[in-house]
């Protein structure tokens, strides 16, 4: 495990692996039986230990990195020494056939061991892939007002300027904002739009500091699509 994640308290690390299995921050509390404050805060601790601005990468890079402490463990060897597998040459012939029939034994025991493990790490490895990939985060819609019946919050980026319900803020009022709603009940729906001249790069960036506070599904996240320019 690389020194960055060794840094990681139980307590981060166990928020982190149901983060990386599909959990919500709601879900994630109630699975612990801790407040989704607390969930939150170790989020933000975790993700200020390993300099990541995004809770989902801090999951991931800790599930890849206990994935190569698993690798290791399975490529050591197993089995008995040269020296334990030789035949006994003072044996007689008959000594010689009752002497190799615990070493069929031990080859078997081996054999079906290593055929365990490998099962076992192709399976891990199957959730890992599966969990990384994950369902859609976002809902799509082509104008705010398709959502008139919901509660919501409105963050806009036009350019390099970025606006909650039309206020200008910034990342970090942004990220304290987020927090906020999510001890809401109902947390509101967010929605969240740009303009078509605002570089891709921006547009992920915010959309990553969204995502590591509020746990995006279609449900709670939706995305403005974006006219395109003329």
Known sequence: MIAPVESLSEKEKEVLRLLLQGHDAKSTARDLGASVHSVNERLRSARRKLG??????????????????????GDKPFGLSAAALA???????????????PLVLVFGGVLLMSLIIAAVALTWAV????SAEGPP??????????????????????GTSLTWNGAPITEDQLRQYLD??????????LVFSYSPETKSAR?????SVIEGVLQCTPR????????PAR
């Not at 800790?62 to 690798?71: F, N, P, S, V």
């Not at 985060?137 to 963050?155: C, H, I, K």
């Not at 996240?221 to 006219?227: G, I, K, L, Q, S």
Request: aromatic share 4%; hydrophobic share 30%.
């Open 180 to 189: 906020i709603t999510t001890q809401m009940s109902p947390q509101p729906v």
């Open 220 to 227: 709670n996240c939706r995305e403005v699509v974006p006219a």
């Open 137 to 158: 985060r976002w809902g799509q819609v082509r104008a705010a007002s398709e959502l008139r019946s919901e509660v919501r919050n409105a963050v806009r980026l036009d």
């Open 127 to 130: 959730s890992q892939n599966s």
């Open 203 to 207: 547009v992920e960036t915010v959309r």
């Open 87 to 101: 035949p006994d040459k003072q044996a007689g012939r008959g000594g010689s056939f009752t002497s190799q029939r």
């Open 52 to 73: 990541l601005s995004s809770s989902r990468e801090a999951a991931r890079l800790l599930g890849e990195a206990e994935q190569d402490t698993h690798k290791f463990l």
